[in-house]
């Protein structure tokens, strides 16, 4: 059964902390999403990598940066986590080549005080 | 660019077909159409994928008119627990520059 896990179903974090989310895909899957989902606005892309290392923006990406050192894991990271950073996370992961399904985890509910 | 709109929400009742449009009125030549659904506190779940005409699957049909403009999906018979969210995708990967846009989901209410 593929699987994609994250670290967290729940996080509670100050303003100006450091806030790592952490994804973790079994698929070896090529492509690995970050996306936030707030009401109203659906899912938008904050960041994506298609490869190890390799890293592009999406359409929302100030105020967060991502890591991918290995292929099975992508971080999102909040350098310096602000209250209008308070949303669902989502992480996906999909294998190549596009397009290709999409497999989400079960996301991330992140309150920023 | 594609930009896509879907219905907010709709309703329909239980042994009903319900037909859920998204317009894509700039989608481009490489662009696929896939459907996603979510339920509460659960990440999305591929439904159905296509590029034109008709595509079915277990599930879903997928209908992409010769213009593709447009793309509708079709729940056949629909029951409580198909009550979800509905989010329409056009997947661009022109060259290495990818977009994924995705339509602000159809909430879908099936009544008994």
């Known amino acids: 059964d593929v699987k994609v896990t994250q670290s967290s179903r729940y996080l509670v974090k100050r303003t100006g902390e450091k806030v790592f989310l952490e994804c973790v895909q079994d698929?070896?899957?090529?492509?690995m999403f970050w996306y936030r989902q707030d009401p109203g606005l659906g899912l938008r892309l904050i960041y994506f990598?298609?490869?190890?290392?390799?890293?592009e923006k999406g359409d929302i990406p100030e105020g967060y940066s991502v890591s991918r050192e290995k292929k099975e894991r992508f971080s999102l990271i909040l350098e310096s986590a602000s209250t209008n950073q308070t949303s669902m996370y989502l992480c996906?992961?999909?294998?190549?080549?596009?397009?290709?399904?999409?497999?989400f985890g079960p996301g991330t509910r992140l309150t920023v005080t | 660019l594609a930009k896509t709109t879907q219905p907010i929400s709709m309703d329909s009742y239980e042994g009903q077909e319900v037909n859920i449009t998204c317009s894509h009125n700039?989608?481009?030549?490489?662009?696929?159409i896939t459907w996603y659904q979510q339920f509460p506190s659960q990440g999305p779940r591929f439904i159905i994928q296509?590029?034109?005409?008709?595509v079915t699957n277990e599930v879903a049909s997928l209908f992409i008119p010769a213009d593709r403009k447009s793309s509708t999906l079709s729940l056949p018979r629909v029951s409580l627990s198909d009550t979800a969210v509905y989010y329409c995708?056009?997947?661009?990967?022109?060259?290495?520059?990818?977009?994924?846009?995705w339509g602000l989901g159809t909430s879908l209410a099936v009544n008994p």
């Open positions: 996906a992961s999909s294998g190549s080549p596009p397009p290709s399904e999409q497999y």
């Open positions: 995708l056009v997947d661009s990967n022109a060259g290495n520059n990818r977009k994924l846009i």
């Open positions: 700039n989608i481009a030549t490489n662009d696929y």
């Open positions: 296509g590029y034109k005409t008709k």
């Open positions: 990598s298609y490869d190890v290392k390799m890293k």
């Open positions: 698929m070896d899957h090529e492509n």
